[in-house]
């Protein structure tokens, strides 16, 4: 069952009614659709795409992305400097003001540091290796860091900025996990700086969004006409193509690929079509003694890198990319592709061999193969279980008996996340940076722990796949000021990743958005929902 949640003046902050405004002849409504809802409004509460695309276009970043070419520019900061080599200096943007109509300053920037390493936030790896935040003046903000950091604001774009005083005012002063505990007022609630305004809640059934008119980016206003979005989660692919078909959606995605030519034929609507840098992969608990789903008893056979390389070498790459994603995919042999700093086209993936797969097995020791689940997201990413279903049959060529468990992201990601209580499971992950070292620290770096039990390296690595060797890379790599060292230290941490087979790479999906023909859209890498850069006839 739903929450509903309905934003009020007098309820919520009266900036926000005013913000929203009345409706009129010339209001242009978006009416936008994916296949899962944000799981809250706090932006700090996933770190997972589709939450952050949604309120993105609410909460605004230090700094900000060009969506087509990716390049970092000024957002609620104007400019920043590296003062010493620990000491970054932030010059923050003046007659900013927050919907509620607060005006923003260095204290709500102090306060979201502090907010986005604490509690139930699964941003915290935004702000790795920060040890404080500290006020100049009302304008200006200090970030010391562990150790000298040269690519410290690459993530910030997607590091919302929050009232400190409307945080305090409504007790939301920390990031609440919905799937385990009740709600906070940010949880249902939000009050960023952005172009758009929260004005309606009912999770998973709709939520709606009016233009913010008193935006600072004035240019930022003449890029888009929309007034009003209306957000609507459509599980089914077919009833989500259905309603962009009828006119009652104006942009779905991702479109199912089998369904692009009947779009685009259709002279109501076309499906854009660009690249993703997010790659799709299959991880492994390799550090269990005994694994929790799996009738192997008394040990690990996810241990033995010899099976690891079973598994990979009985994945029919090119099956998956023909058959299931319709050639809108491009296999990889890396845990990053082409577009992130990194990237080595001379990595080549083992080839397809069942016979050698099976031979490995039982070099092994499991002749006859072995039982284990495969945890599985249903609604993420393009053609996800279809995926998993796929991987399901081509295992069992070599013996290895695999229970398919998908379901919905909202319950996936948690079941992830929570006890880390997985065997085999499938993640897409998408550096926010652009940089390998986001992933090399969140997605392969050896679990570690602060001093209060907190996951800061290794927070996506669900299978604990640890190599010293590369975290030791991954923490010069930070520092390294000279890019051809720098670059050569993060080649080496890829060769030991690779090597090891410590994930399954499988590819990075393309991008499909059906759109409406009286809708202009612009399709970014990272999938972020950009509602300011929309137009509507």
Known sequence: ????????????????????????????????????????????????SLTLGVMGNVYEGLTRRDTKTLEIQPGLAIRWEQQEPTRWRFWLRQGVKFQDGRPFTADDVVFSFNRVRA???????????????????????????????????????????LSATWAKE?????????????PNFASTSANGTGPFVLTYREADVRTEFAVNQDWWDKDGRKKFNVTKVIYRPIKNPATAVAALLSGQIDVVEPVPVQDIDRINKSGQAKVEIGPELRTIFLGMDTDRNELVYSDVKGKNPLKDKRVRQAFYQAIDIDAIKTKIMRNLAVPSAMMIGAGVNGYDTNVKRLPYDPAAAKKLLTDAGYPNGFGITLDCPNDRYVNDEAICQAVVGMLARIGVKVTLNAQSKTIIFPFYAAKRDTSFYMLGWTPGSVDSWNVLYNIVGSVKKDAQGRIVRGLFNYGAWSSPALDDLTDKIL????KAKRDGMIAQAWKLHTDDIGHLPLHQQALAWGVRNNVSVVVSPFNRYDWSLVNVK
């Open 170 to 182: 409504n007790f939301a002063l920390e990031t609440v996990d919905v799937t385990k505990t009740a």
């Open 1 to 48: 069952m739903s929450l509903k949640w309905v934003l009020q003046a007098g309820v919520c902050a009266v900036g926000l009614a005013m913000a929203a405004g009345g409706a009129s002849a010339q209001e242009k409504v978006l009416r936008w659709s994916s296949q899962g809802d944000a799981f809250s409004m706090d932006p700090y509460v996933r770190n997972e």
């Open 479 to 482: 520092t390294e000021t000279d």
């Open 119 to 161: 509690g139930a936030s699964d941003l915290k790896t935004r702000v790795a290796g920060i040890k404080e935040a500290k006020k100049i003046d009302d304008f200006t903000v200090d970030f010391i860091t562990d150790v000298p950091n040269p690519i410290i604001m690459y993530e910030w774009d997607t590091w919302g900025i």
